[in-house]
Antibody
Framework: EVQLLESGGGLVQPGGSLRLSCAAS????????MTWVRQAPGKGLEWVST????????DYADSVKGRFTISRDNSKNTLYLQMNSLRAEDTAVYYC??????????????????WGNGTTVTVSS | DIQMTQSPSSLSASVGDRVTITCRAS??????LNWYQQKPGKAPKLLIY???TLQSGVPSTFSGSGSGTDFTLTISSLQPEDIATYYC?????????FGQGTKLQIK
């Protein structure tokens, strides 16, 4: 069964750091872009970051740019999110998701077809 | 950034009803629009991608339509298990923004 399993969440003080991991199984990890999405308590979904299948290309939401770093190890089938300078507003459930590509001549569409169960990050003193 | 606006924000309907949720983009996104379903305490689940393509395993009671700036998610016959919050998301331009969500309840 295709699966994503996040880990690494927890309680951290403002200004602290945390590294999330997402272990992939039962699919060819190196063929897919991967994405982190977060959800603050009682709020909607927020796209955080996407990395290309090779790891060469990365994109970030403005809210985390310069503080968060997405990376991947295709030999270990694992996605990472290094989070530094954490703020209270970073408190959320963090989901990793596989990003598949639907490609047509006039447009493209990335869509997240497999999701992990999420890991909770709480930033508080 | 492209703003995604869903309407309504909440909706109450009866089992068997036809339900429609709309999503409007602040600028044209062609067909780069996805719909997700999220049940309480669970991860989101992909329903529709590229505006109208039904994800494998999703019941055919769900359908999507639209192009450019205006999109629709339709449930042709509401079932109790469809109670959830629904999100649209554009993947035309970084950042890949989500709508604010539509909470669907049973009347």
């Amino acid at each position: 069964e295709v699966q994503l399993l996040e880990s690494g969440g927890g309680l951290v003080q403002p200004g602290g750091s945390l590294r999330l991991s997402c272990a992939a199984s039962a699919f060819t990890f190196s063929n897919f872009a991967m994405t982190w999405v977060r959800q603050a308590p009682g709020k909607g979904l927020e796209w955080v970051s996407t990395i290309s299948s090779s790891g060469v290309s990365t994109d970030y939401a403005d809210s985390v740019k310069g503080r968060f770093t997405i990376s991947r190890d295709n030999s270990k089938n694992t996605l990472y999110l290094q989070m530094n300078s954490l703020r209270a507003e970073d408190t959320a459930v963090y989901y990793c998701a596989r990003s598949a590509l639907f490609l047509r001549t006039t447009y493209h569409c990335y869509y997240m077809d497999v999701w992990g169960n999420g890991t909770t990050v709480t930033v508080s003193s | 950034d492209i703003q995604m606006t869903q309407s309504p924000s909440s909706l109450s309907a009866s089992v068997g009803d036809r339900v429609t949720i709309t999503c409007r983009a602040s600028q044209s996104i062609s067909n780069s629009l996805n719909w997700y379903q999220q049940k309480p305490g669970k991860a989101p689940k992909l329903l529709i991608y590229a505006a109208s393509t039904l994800q494998s395993g999703v019941p055919s009671t769900f359908s999507g339509s639209g192009s450019g700036t205006d999109f629709t998610l339709t449930i042709s016959s509401l079932q109790p298990e469809d109670i959830a919050t629904y999100y649209c998301q554009q993947s035309s331009t970084i950042p890949y923004t989500f709508g604010q969500g539509t909470k669907l309840q049973i009347k």
